[in-house]
């Protein structure tokens, strides 16, 4: 059975910085495209970064460009995002999420497969 389980969001203040990760079992991991997503109560699931099988090609959406990173350690099965310079607007719950049929990399929601339960992170003062 495929798992997703995301793990390392919290609270930080404004400027801090939070790493995500997100582990995946149940198959071959490197066979899959990698992606985040976020979202706020009452509002769509927004894309946030995509990374591909190998981890050669990587796209964010604008608001995080040059303060975030995605990456995978596919001997660990794991996706990470790295989410620096955090400002009140980013906090949301993140999904981390699959696909199978994606070649090369998405920022489509309704390209991924299968979704993780979700990471709450918060930024405030």
């Known amino acids: 059975q495929v798992h997703l389980v995301e793990s390392g969001g919290g609270s930080v203040q404004p400027g801090g910085s939070l790493k995500l990760s997100c582990a995946a079992s149940?198959?071959?991991?490197?066979?899959?495209?990698m992606g985040w997503f976020r979202q706020s109560p009452g509002k769509e699931r927004d894309f946030v970064a995509t990374?591909?099988?190998?981890?050669?090609?990587?796209k964010y959406v604008d608001s995080v460009e040059c303060r975030f990173t995605i990456s995978r350690d596919n001997a660990k099965n794991i996706v990470y995002l790295q989410m620096d310079t955090l400002e009140p607007e980013d906090t949301d719950v993140y999904y981390c999420a699959e696909s199978e049929r994606v070649i090369g990399i998405s920022m489509f929601a309704s390209g991924y497969d299968i979704w993780g339960q979700g990471t709450r992170d918060t930024v405030t003062t």
């Open positions: 990374i591909d099988r190998i981890g050669h090609s990587t």
């Open positions: 149940g198959r071959t991991f490197s066979n899959y495209v």
